[in-house]
């Protein structure tokens, strides 16, 4: 495997103002995921993919140089990660490495661990597209989820003839967490595309994604129970 490790950290954040750098416990978010890469791969082949000079400077007093800063085209609010992960793909085999295999961690998952990383990888061959990780959603659309039909009125989303929710087909959704992705298939086609997906289920807390204020407070007691666990010790 020839690995490229991206996470892409835009400095625009509505959600949580600032929230790649914004302090976490006792560290800036984005220092969970790097923590994470370097527990399984080299510097050398891992990538934070920015566009703000205060995310390079902070990634980079933590001991990891920053490339590039993205071009301008990249930096929008309507930046696509496709075209964000083609760019770090590009810049690497413009400097003569070509990563057959490019691991995605966003940064707004500071729950997923190294350990997290390497069992996925496991999963990982070079005849499928991705390995993704995911939760088991507890929006089963066999059972909660409804959408309106012509006249207004709520239908389920899948129809099925289900009483329990404990007997509906488990339904998975992507956590956000990991990607390991095939290049080549990249190359080809957006993930959304992507045919010969396989998952790498997590737990609950360990899939804790950040994208509001409240996302961020719950991130806040999980850093602190795991405080006082570790004092229980």
């Avoid at 691991?103 to 996925?120: D, G, M, N, V």
């Amino acid at each position: 495997m020839k690995p490229l490790i991206v996470i892409p950290a835009r400095g625009g954040s509505k959600g949580v103002p600032r929230k790649n750098i914004k302090v976490l416990g006792d560290k800036p978010l984005i220092q969970y995921t790097i923590d994470a890469a370097k527990g399984v791969f080299d510097d050398e082949f891992i990538c934070v993919s920015t566009d703000d000079f205060e995310i390079k400077s902070v990634v980079e007093q933590l001991g990891l140089k920053v490339p590039f800063l993205r071009p301008n085209e990249l930096a929008s609010d309507t930046a696509g990660t496709y075209e964000v992960l083609l760019h770090a793909i590009s810049y690497y085999e413009s400097k003569g490495y070509f990563p057959d295999t490019l691991i995605l961690l966003q940064p707004t998952s500071p729950f997923r661990t190294s350990a997290h990383i390497k069992e996925s990888l496991k999963l990982y061959h070079e005849s499928i597209d991705m390995v993704v990780s995911v939760k088991e959603t507890k929006a089963n659309p066999y059972y909660i989820l409804f959408e309106e039909d012509s006249n207004g009125y709520l239908k389920k989303t899948k129809e099925a003839n289900f009483t329990r929710r404990q007997d509906c087909p488990k339904v998975w959704e992507y956590n956000g967490a990991i990607y390991i992705i095939n290049v080549k298939a990249l190359k080809a086609s957006a993930i959304s595309q992507f045919t010969k997906v396989c998952k790498f289920e997590m737990d609950e807390t360990s899939s804790h994604d950040i994208d509001t204020l409240l996302d961020w407070r719950i991130a806040e007691i999980i850093i602190n129970d795991k405080e006082n666990d570790r004092y229980k010790e």
